[in-house]
């Protein structure tokens, strides 16, 4: 079993009920819905019902996370041509409805500078500013290709000062509530605040859908202590990240980020490209499963497939591929690497809960333990325990459904559906032998088991045991 949790996308490869479920079968822990895309509201529940249908099915909880678009800029033909072929050297004009590529939102250009770059499509294509006008920019081409309607276009290095949260995002986190969604993914994070606006629509709602800040904007960068703090996740968006900043500083910063959340005990997530060659190839490139793994051995909460799953030829095997690679790496993966992010005043000075973790971790790395089971009401005990990075596997035993499925997203976390029990004995005596049934312990094993007494209360963690399997 990987510890490492996969995100696959849902696209128009894999929409229907058979590939649904072989997907959860493969290792999807999370099922991801890009709502840069526009979604008709009764196949958007019909694709959520499915996903939900399959997963209680197999009894292996799946996430879903709602992806919002942000103030993404894309090309909008406006029923013109879907594609518009482009010559090398070619003067275009890009901006409003007038232009030759028409984009998706009004935008003034004062702050562009003739000189600077224009990229659309993940940088695939390239333009040279020629002159500045108000709503609109003079643009040279760098080469040849071809332009897509909506795809994204960015512009390096300038703040265009439109606002994170769109009219569109507003709806879309309102329809995730009515849906009962597991996360949100925040795309074009600049600041901290930028949660603030998506906090008050969801506490009008009472609703406490975790919000993931998405990493791919320079001034992130420069506020990322902040963004760490104040959200509940993040995830590296390599596609925009790797457009505004130079692609050689990419590695670097990915670390950076990734190291950031583990020293503030975040989740995090690393998305684009990871298997690009498998949405047309059965095998993917030897770069990329080395790409996976560095991402692994950094210790990475999750890693994400996008058009692999949506448009691929092959999502399947994509996630299969994916599986394989966290299972090898997951085997050789040494506790101490992630120790340094554990500070010792920082486990003097924390509560309760997390110093029962830190002792379940260290007496799990030094015994012999097949598993730890967390008896979790809230999946705040189960998300702790995971924050250090045991060698065991962590079975989070809860009552809720929907504690258990955002439970599917965090690193080693095997969340597991039970009943409820009034009685302490009864109720380890009855999650032991739940654990035998679903063949994750057997007799021998040794088993750390971690809950709160009196149970029932959430937030009561207070009792460790070294249990032994009869």
């Known amino acids: 079993m990987k510890k490492t949790k996969i995100i696959a996308t849902i696209g128009p490869s894999c929409t229907n009920q058979n590939k649904i479920k072989n997907m959860i079968i493969e290792g999807m822990n999370v099922a991801r819905i890009n709502m840069s895309h526009q979604y008709d509201l009764d196949d958007l529940k019909s694709v959520i019902k499915t996903i ?60 562009i500078q003739p000189g600077a770059y224009v990229k659309i499509d993940d940088g695939t294509l390239s333009f040279i500013v020629e002159s500045v006008q108000k709503t609109s920019l003079s643009i040279r081409s760098v080469s040849k290709g071809k332009i897509i309607n909506g795809k994204g276009i960015n512009f390096p290095g300038v703040d265009l000062n439109v606002s994170t949260v769109t009219v569109k995002d507003i709806k879309d986190i309102r329809t995730a509530i009515s849906l009962d969604i597991d996360w949100l993914a925040m795309s074009f994070v600049r600041s901290s605040d930028d949660i603030l606006k998506v906090k008050e629509i ?47 500083k990419l590695p670097l910063l990915q670390k950076q980020i990734v190291n950031k959340c583990l020293q503030h005990k975040k989740p995090v997530i690393i998305a684009t490209q990871m298997l690009e060659s498998m949405i047309i190839s059965p095998n993917p490139t030897r770069a990329e499963v080395n790409d996976i793994a560095n991402a692994i051995y950094d210790g990475v909460d999750a890693v994400m497939l996008s058009a692999e799953t949506a448009i691929g030829k092959y999502p399947l095997e994509s996630i299969k591929m ?85 439970l599917a997203l965090i690193w080693g976390i095997i969340p597991i559906l039970v009943e409820k029990y009034t009685s302490t004995d009864e109720m380890i005596s009855n999650y032991i032998s739940l654990l035998k049934d679903k063949e994750y312990i057997e007799q021998g094993d040794k088993v750390i088991i971690t809950a709160g007494v009196p149970i029932g209360i959430s937030g009561t963690t207070n009792m460790i045991k070294v249990h032994v399997v009869d």
């Open 322 to 406: 994916m599986c394989s690679i966290a299972q090898e790496i997951e085997h050789d993966l040494d506790p101490l690497n992630f120790s340094r992010y554990i500070p010792k005043d920082t486990v003097r000075k924390s509560d309760r809960r997390s110093s029962i973790c830190h002792a379940a971790m260290n007496i799990s790395n030094d015994l012999d333990i097949k598993g730890i089971a967390v008896m979790t009401e809230s999946g705040s005990t189960a998300i702790k325990m995971a924050q250090y990075r045991p060698n065991s596997h962590i079975y989070a035993l809860c009552p809720y459904p929907d504690i258990c499925r955002k």
């Open 52 to 111: 939900r249908d399959q997963s209680r099915l197999l009894d292996l909880p799946v996430a879903i996370l709602f992806d919002l678009c942000g103030p993404k800029i894309r090309v909008d033909f406006q029923g013109r041509d879907e594609v518009m072929h482009i010559k090398k050297d070619e003067v275009l004009t890009v901006g409003n409805s007038r232009s030759d590529i028409p984009i998706n939102m009004p935008i003034k250009f004062g702050e």
């Open 202 to 248: 969801l506490d009008s709602k009472d609703s406490s859908i975790p919000v993931i800040a998405k990493i791919e904007k320079p001034e992130a960068l420069d506020n990322l202590n902040n963004i760490v703090k104040s959200f509940d996740g993040i995830l590296v968006a390599r596609g925009d990240l790797g457009v505004e900043m130079p692609l050689s």
